[in-house]
């Protein structure tokens, strides 16, 4: 039985879906089910059935499942321990984070990678809810998502960015004349949100809802590429943040909002009881990049 086996094993038993376990250990569905089933033909027993909408555990893979996160948050412990006599230079520095709320993430990612060639760097990108589940789950050291107003307190949050919304409109739009616009003009006009339990729909919706009207979206999306495109094809105008218009893509028109302009908040997300030195890094390297006010 190898160390791999059972974190691959353990992964599968906590997704119930061997897809979303594969994504989570960096390996190919194929690859991860070559070496569970291994791991049955080496024990002599049935670990898994597979059904139509997933995997279920046996008897012994449930008894299994609970021996096998016992031994792994062991090693974790036993890992952190030695990098942290090995110092911050070599380990794994992981972070989890929302493409919508870390645009520029992947090119901090890079320069710390250049800065601190002695470490491996990984990253998971996910919904709000998947990147903390992630942290919470030991997965990842760091997190960055949008700030939503029921952050929890088991988690010590760095606030990175606040930054206003801007209003992105179709070149032919008659908004786009305007200059400024006033969240009351948006009632009943076609808009493109952000999806649902996120920090930037959060934003936009208590705007709207301070205004006295509910948004009624055609389009629930996140990506910053997308958003734009579909605002560029005149589908409908968006309030997104104002790092967004950075990012390249069509041509759109770009509108302020009138006060009060809501802002949007993205934060860098760690565990409560601290991270690896690794982590430690990586966090004060993040805040360095990415911080904007």
Known sequence: MELR???????????????????????????????VRR????????????TPHGVELTEAGADLAARAEAVLAQVAEARAAMDGHAGAERGVARIAA????????PEAL???????????????????????DLLRRGAVDLAVTGLRDDAAADLEVSVLA???????????????DRGTVAIEDLRGAPLILAERHTALRDAVGGACAAAGFSPVPLFEVGDPATVRFLVHAGLGVSAVPASWLDLPGPAVAVAE?????????????????????????????????????
């Open 110 to 132: 890079a320069a710390f990678h250049r800065a601190h060639p002695g470490l491996q760097v990984a990253l998971r990108q996910g919904s709000a809810a998947e990147v903390v």
């Open 257 to 293: 909002l009138a006060p009060p302009v809501p802002t949007h908040r993205v934060g860098l997300l760690a565990l409560s009881g601290g991270t690896t030195p690794a982590g430690r890094l990586l966090a004060e390297h993040v805040r360095l990049a990415l911080a904007r006010g």
């Open 162 to 176: 606040e930054e206003p919304l801007r209003l992105l409109v179709p070149l032919d739009d008659p908004l786009a």
């Open 39 to 50: 791991l049955e033909e080496e024990l002599g027993l049935l670990l898994l059935r597979r």
């Open 98 to 105: 929302t493409a919508a709320d870390a645009p520029r993430l």
């Open 5 to 35: 086996q059972l974190e691959y094993f353990a992964a599968v038993a906590r997704h119930r879906h061997f897809r979303r376990a594969a994504e989570e250990v960096y390996v190919t569905q194929s690859a991860l089910s070559q070496q």
